[in-house]
């Protein structure tokens, strides 16, 4: 098992994957992990900077404390990521496709990011934040949602009688996106 602490890594591909890696401190920037099998490696305290993560596999690896920043993060499960300490933030990144089912996320912050079709079903989001993000298809169900701020989010559809809301706040402009499920027109 290879143990890498406080490197910075830049412009390096690991497309060919990453098994049972140890990363402590590290910064990774303008890397490639597209379509990579990053089986069971950990992630701590790290920061990922213009990295491109689209279709990584993260099959029981650990994310502890890392920071996402102007990545491309398409179609990721970090479902698949292990249950133990799961701790992440983005900002400016591309979500898209992306599922958080059943993770426990409470005060995640996503800033400026696209969370276009990704999967929130059974995830504890209590206490986050969505700041300028767009929330278009995202799906919400079954989610604590509980004093989560998507006061500046965009696109949101959300069925407030199936996700547990309380004190969660809104924007007069993103009302329509809390009553879809009545069907009703609004102008």
């Not at 604590?144 to 007069?172: G, H, M």
């Amino acid at each position: 098992m290879a143990i890498h602490e406080d490197k910075v890594l830049e412009n390096i591909s690991y497309i060919g994957g990453l098994n049972k890696e140890v990363f402590d401190q590290c910064t990774f920037t303008k890397c490639d992990f597209s379509n990579a099998a990053i089986i069971g490696s950990s992630f701590t305290d790290c920061i990922f900077a213009d990295c491109n993560l689209s279709m990584a596999n993260l099959s029981q690896s650990t994310l502890n404390n890392n920071e996402f920043r102007n990545c491309k993060i398409l179609g990721v499960k970090f479902n698949h990521c292990h249950d133990f300490i799961f701790q992440v933030g983005f900002e400016n990144c591309i979500l898209d496709y992306s599922s958080f089912e059943k993770r426990k996320m409470t005060k995640t912050h996503f800033k400026g990011c696209s969370l276009k079709g990704v999967d929130f079903v059974g995830t504890d989001l209590k206490q986050s934040r969505f700041t300028d993000c767009d929330l278009n298809e995202t799906i919400f169900q079954n989610t604590n949602l509980q004093e989560v701020d998507f006061t500046s989010a965009v696109n949101y559809t959300i069925d407030l009688s199936q996700n547990q809301a309380k004190k969660a706040r809104f924007s007069r402009d993103g009302l329509a996106g809390l009553l879809n499920q009545f069907n009703i027109i609004i102008e």
